[in-house]
C-alpha cells in the first residue's frame, strides 16, 4: 500500500462506508501482490532445482 492509499484513508471519516471498502480493497491488492512474489521465487528456485541426473558411483 502506497503514501496516496493512506492519505485518502485519513480523509474517510470512520463512520463513512467507503473506508472499509477502500480498506478491504487494500488488503485484497496486498494479498495479490504478495502471492506473485510467491509465484516468482517458486518458478526460480524451480528452474534452478531441475538439472541433469547424474548416476552416482555404486561400490
Known amino acids: 500500500m502506497n503514501k496516496a492509499y493512506f492519505e485518502e484513508m ?12 477502500l480498506l478491504i480493497r487494500g ?3 496486498l494479498l495479490e501482490d504478495q502471492k506473485k512474489q510467491r509465484v516468482k521465487r517458486t ?6 532445482k ?10
Open 50 to 59: 531441475k538439472k541433469a541426473p547424474q548416476a552416482a558411483n555404486w561400490s
Open 10 to 21: 485519513h480523509k474517510l471519516g470512520h463512520d463513512d462506508e467507503l473506508r472499509y471498502r
Open 43 to 48: 518458478r526460480l528456485l524451480n528452474i534452478h
Open 27 to 29: 488488503v485484497k491488492k
